[in-house]
């Protein structure tokens, strides 16, 4: 990595601002630093500060009392509750009989911090070491999601990361947003190295950008990089593509889908190039020509309970990129303002709607997706809905949120206009809208 030495002043200043910030409860007991003096952390290493700030809070502790192995992988059960404790997270149950870090898990999947891989609550899963890439995921879900923060454009990141070309699609955003806020860096060499897995030096370094964005790296001006010249045209202003809601994929996509989410071969090419695809897995050499980025705005609630608006960039399938800018653009201008505080689109941890780039999660913590055979109902994913909490952020059957996806085809998860499971059987997603009538 790039040589990043704070100066020694950074722990002490950071230090009052984690007491004034109020540190999670389970960070060294919330109460203050101690001392710490590991022999395998040079003064002069460039995370030597980052592991001192974080191992003397108790964010994380070293291997021993006197190392802390700098240079060793990070599991994914660690970094998920490394996130918990700098997003203050804390977790609604201690049930661990699946592995230690289940509670963790638990919670950061709810907040959405997950979206986007696939990794399971089992111990397997848990245990492997975290890589680059799905440190990134993490990291852009957790600023976007639980600390509601904008996106950002990053311009000429071919110039930033010197991987940039090879970066799959399935993160390629992830990591231009970490990059863009200031989190993340490349290796000396100028490339990311994705696959590579974290070390508990770059999990420091990660931890302190991310939680605390004073701390967070100059994002440099490259604007006066001089690229091959290209022939200049005159700047127009640019024009929003519109579509009317009966052009839209969804309605057209009933002549290729049926209602239990089949696709025939004409369909299959449409959505992922191959008439022999029926979904993507996240690894396809082709997914950028067919996943791509839209930017949306919506309302949100600030901590003073005023509504402002956010953006956010949305990953979809291209067949559906026009409807979903039209359907958030009506969301945005209807009267109710209805606030978003956790957004999600393609991801590739099954073979369903989500891996086409066709359906879309709004706020998963207060609309869960839930068995309905049970009295209440038991959640599987989130918390709560409409029927069971009056948060603004609760999707009902005649919001404006409902009533866009299904002027464009679109189909909500927790039923249709009358609030029946018309594509569930035993189950309900209200987070959940797809380009299936039924919403599955």
Known sequence: ?????LRRALCAALALCLMAAAMPAYAAGNLGPVAVNFSDVPDDAWYADYVELCASWGIIDGKTATTYCPDD??????FIKLLCMIGELAPRSMDTSIHWAQPYWQVVNDYGVLWGLDIACTAAALNKPITR??????ISNLTSNVYTENPVNLDSPELRIADYGSISGKYAESVLQAYGKGILDGFDDGAFHGDSTLTRAQAAAVVVRAGWPAERLKVEDVSEVVLPEEPT??????????IEPADSFAWESRNYIDAWGNVSAEGRQILFGDANKSYFNGSEANLSDYIVTVQVRTWDINSSGAKYTR???????KAVADEVKAIFEEIYNDPEQFPIHALGGARYTDSMRHSWGCAIDINPVENFQC???TTPYTAIVGSTCFKYSDSPYCITPDSSVVRAFAKYGWGWGGGDADNNYSGWTTTADYMHFSILE???
């Open 371 to 373: 068995y309905t055979t």
């Open 311 to 317: 953006t956010w960039n949305l990953q979809v399938n």
């Open 73 to 78: 992988e990070l599991t994914r059960g660690e």
């Open 133 to 138: 890439y799905e440190m990134s995921v993490m």
């Open 1 to 5: 990595m790039k040589k990043k030495t």
């Open 438 to 440: 039924s919403g599955g």
């Open 233 to 242: 045209t005159p700047d127009t202003p640019d024009t929003p593509e519109t």
